[in-house]
């Protein structure tokens, strides 16, 4: 038997349709609460960057220079991991905007946008997971 | 709503990333446990006259990693459960094992949201009270 003839077995009941709306209006949330907390973190450390590093160097290392190295330093950092997170959480927001419209619209292939979508986000989350795994076994080694 | 072969896969694949994030998750909290053990031994042995203070220290340090992997341990095994439920489910075409699944989808998105929040809340309270407190302030031990 193909495996597409069972396809008609499992279905989106109402359950189930109210259940992965839910987990994809949490997700979508989820996505734009650490976008946001992101954002607003890198605009108060820029902002506040004279008063942080006062706090951080002693006045020695602030007449070294030390001061522009930590800025340039902290900005880049911020902006890899800005970079890495808003492509995760646009997967995120996205798999959640797909997921719920397919399912109002009953729209089979919105919806499997959507869990496309939330597919990529797990795989990108997973391979994260993995690289950081290694890392801290490289660091006990 | 049906579900045809393609979010069938998708949904497999989601779930077989969800059970490497886990164990991943699971087997990184282990190696940082490992690490502050084999951290906390030495230190105490290195600091006489000061045992004391280096065991109080360590001991407050090990146990917010301890409470810190608790809470990740309690939010990944929702992440573990909707993956095993949701592999069943589509293997064994189960539809109540479908809505469960999403189910403790939802509960991980809800619990990692509010998370989220409270982290980040306090990360951009913890930088605008280091901007606004002079170093002559700081009190050490």
Redesign the interface.
Known sequence: MDENDFSLELKVDPETSTQMNDAAKWGKLFGIVILAGFVLFFVVMIAMWGAISKSILTQEMLEEGADSVLKYSAIIISLVALAITAILMNFLIRAGIGIRQGLQRRDQAVFNVGLANLRNYFTMYGVICILQLLFALTRLA | ????????Q??R??AS??T??VT??V??YA??L??SFLRKSPAIQQSEGFDLTSRLGGGSETLTEIITILIGLFINFFLFRFATQAKA??EG?N??Q???G??N??IY??I??IL??I??GI??LG??A??????ETWTTT
Not at chain 2, 1 to 8: E, L, P, Q, T, V
Not at chain 2, 130 to 135: F, I, Q
């Open positions: 709503m049906g579900m045809d072969s393609i979010a069938r998708h949904i694949s989601i990333w969800a490497i994030i991943t998750t087997v990184g190696l940082s490992i690490v489910a589509i075409y539809q109540e479908l809505a469960s999403f189910r989808l939802k998105f809800m990692t949201t989220a929040v982290v980040a990360l951009i930088m605008v280091l901007a606004v407190s002079p170093p």
